[in-house]
Structures are given as structure tokens and as C-alpha cells.
């Protein structure tokens, strides 16, 4: 199989291509590189007969006609977003021509490509999607396939608008597909603006750990590699027109999260006081989701998925390989808004 992954050099599109280019899949990477995009993250691929990287827009229609006609792909995994939550309430017009033009713009290049082949039974579009677009639990239940959405920031909003798209193009021209929902991915090349990565960052530099609000919301934290397994699992077994939750069945506090990786740094680089002493609450993001949980009993019984460490495990080997990479994370330090307090304009 030939897999297009868009956005494959973000945090979980590089996981894709690494995991696809070693289980023997021909991978093409296709990434405009936005500040948020790093191919050192896939530079351990880079040079194998089965990687292929083109530098596309997704809201280029020709150039991604270009990219289908000459690599001919079987499947597309869509992970191509802007994603951070922050920046939406900032800069919402981003996140709409991105994750909503964007998406319509690839779903048209891919439906006419699938149609001009003859539409094959064997091709896939692939849209993976998150779980923020069922909006906010309470204190109790899960999210389901079967969630009704209720978005709740740009950023969410966004996504649902992209999910929506795709069941339409689905419903309305057959095109093959399969979307998947996944919890709050964690683990390594995840870009420091992100909660998990500025904690270990900050606590290296003896910065204060900012937490939003009491530190009580919950999210569910799913190990990107793990994540990259299940939806390489979906493209081959998923069923068409059919979602997939995909959780990390760890729920923990921002709190509790963040004291978890204080003990791991404690232990694995101890400094001259416990690094919990540098937690500080700073004021709530706006319209700050609660709590997120997702039921992953569909792909567990379905596909046979199901993750393989526990958020103290993937914690574990996530601040380690912070701790090896200096010079992986050093120059991302510098780019634009990372370190600076965002979504505040609300």
C-alpha cells in the first residue's frame, strides 16, 4: 500500500510515516511546513526507497491534482490542522482556511483521482479527527462514535466542520472513508507549545510550570506511538464509512499530570529542589473544556486495538527522550509564539 500522509512532518503525521516506512508501507509526506512542522522529525526516514516528501499546501487544489497523478496513492491519511487551541482564539481565520478549506480542497483532489481510476474499492481516505469536538463532560461517561458534537473553541469547531465534510463526501459521492477520534496525544517531537512538553522544557530552565486555572480539568492521554499503530490499524481494517474512537484509557488531572513528570525529572536529572516547588496556576483559557474521556470499545472489538503503556510509562519515556534530544528542541525554542502566553484575546 502507498499511503499520502498529509502533515506528516507535525508531531503525530511523523509518527504515521515513521511507523508506515517501517512496517514496509511506500509513504508520501505531504507538508507546507508550517512553524510547527519539523523534518529532523522524520529524518531517520528520509533516506529510504519507500519515503517520498513534497512540500504542498492542502488548499492548493492544482498542486495536489500534481501530487496524485504522479505518486498514485492507494490511501490518504489526512493530519494535515492547526491544532493549538490557544493560537484558534488568537487567530481563528488560520484554523478555518486550514482544517475547513483545506480539507474540502484535498477531499475534491482525492474524489477526482479515486474517479478518474475507476473508483477502486481498495482506496481509502483516511480523516483523523479529535476528541474535542463532542465539547465537555462532566464529572462522569464517556465519549462514544455516536457523541453528538458540541465544539467549543475555533480550534474544535474547525475540526468538526472538516468532520462533517468528509461524512458528506461519504454520503454524497461514495468516496471510501474512515475517521477516527483520538484523546490528547503525548510523546516524542511533540512542538513546545504544547502542556506536557512545556512542563519537562520550563522545569529544565527553572521556569515557572504554568497551569491553567485550578488544574483540576481531566483529559485522557493517549502515547503518539500508540496512536500511530491505531491508525495505521484503521486504514488497513477499518470499516468504510465508519469512526473509531481512539483512547489512551488514561484519564489524569492537568495537575496530577504535571506532578507526574516533576517525579520523573526528580529522579532522572534531580536538581537542588523538587521541581513541583515551580507549578504555578495562571488564569483559565477561555471557554476551557473540563473534561475529555473517550470509550474505545468499538476499535477494541472491532480491530483488535488497544494501547500499550500507561500514561506513566509513556511519561516516562516522553521526558527521557527530551532529556536525549537537546538539540532536536534547542532551535524550536525560537520560533514564533513558542514561550509567550497565547489565547488571551478572548
Same mark, same amino acid.
Given at each position: ?13 511523523? #509518527?504515521?510515516?515513521?511507523q508506515a516506512v517501517a512496517g514496509g ?61 490557544? /493560537? ?20 475534491? #483532489? ?108 481531566? /483529559? ?7 496512536? #500511530? *499503530?491505531?491508525l495505521l490499524t484503521v486504514i488497513e ?9 481512539i483512547g489512551g484509557e488514561n484519564e ?12 520523573? +525529572? ?10 513541583? *516547588? ?36 509513556? +511519561? ?13 528542541? /534547542? ?16
Open positions: 500500500m502507498k499511503i499520502l500522509v498529509t502533515g506528516g512532518a507535525g508531531f503525530i503525521g511523523s #509518527a504515521v510515516v515513521r508501507y511506500d509513504v508520501v509526506n505531504l507538508d507546507v511546513l508550517t512553524y510547527a512542522a519539523c523534518l529532523e522529525n522524520v529524518a531517520g526516514v528520509a533516506d529510504s526507497p519507500l519515503y517520498a516528501f513534497e512540500q504542498v499546501d492542502i488548499c492548493d487544489g492544482p498542486k495536489l491534482a500534481r501530487v496524485f497523478a504522479q505518486h498514485k496513492p492507494d490511501a490518504v491519511m489526512h493530519l494535515a490542522a492547526e491544532s493549538h487551541v490557544d /493560537r484558534s482564539i488568537d487567530g481563528p481565520g488560520a484554523f478555518i482556511k486550514t482544517n475547513v478549506e483545506g480539507t474540502y480542497t484535498l477531499l475534491e #483532489a482525492a474524489r477526482t483521482y479515486w474517479q478518474d481510476a475507476g473508483k477502486p474499492d481498495s482506496f481509502r481516505f483516511h480523516h483523523i479527527s479529535t476528541d474535542e469536538v463532542f465539547g465537555s463532560l462532566g464529572p462522569t461517561g464517556q465519549f462514544t462514535e455516536t457523541t453528538p458534537y458540541d465544539p467549543r473553541s475555533p480550534y474544535s469547531a474547525s475540526k468538526a466542520a472538516s468532520d462533517h465534510l468528509v461524512r458528506a463526501w461519504h454520503e454524497t459521492y461514495g468516496l471510501p472513508v474512515v475517521l477516527t477520534n483520538c484523546s490528547n496525544n503525548y510523546g516524542p517531537y511533540h512542538f513546545p507549545e504544547k502542556l506536557i512538553p512545556v512542563v519537562i522544557l520550563n522545569a529544565l530552565h527553572g521556569r515557572p510550570l504554568p497551569i491553567y486555572g485550578d488544574g483540576s480539568n481531566v /483529559r485522557d492521554w493517549l502515547y503518539v506511538e500508540d496512536h #500511530a *499503530d491505531a481494517k477499518g470499516e468504510l464509512g465508519r469512526s473509531y474512537n489524569r488531572t492537568n495537575l496530577q499530570l504535571v506532578q507526574t513528570i516533576c517525579e520523573i +525529572l526528580d529522579r532522572l536529572k534531580p536538581g537542588e529542589t523538587p521541581y513541583s *516547588d515551580l507549578i504555578t496556576f495562571v488564569t483559565d483559557r477561555p471557554g476551557h473544556d473540563a473534561r475529555y474521556a473517550i470509550d474505545p470499545s468499538r476499535i477494541r472489538a472491532e480491530l483488535g486495538w488497544r494501547p500499550s503503556v500507561t500514561v506513566e510509562q509513556g +511519561l516516562e519515556k516522553t521526558v527521557a527522550w527530551y532529556l536525549a534530544n537537546e538539540a532536536w528542541w /534547542r532551535p524550536l525554542l525560537e520560533r514564533t509564539g513558542v514561550g509567550q502566553r497565547l489565547g488571551t484575546k478572548a
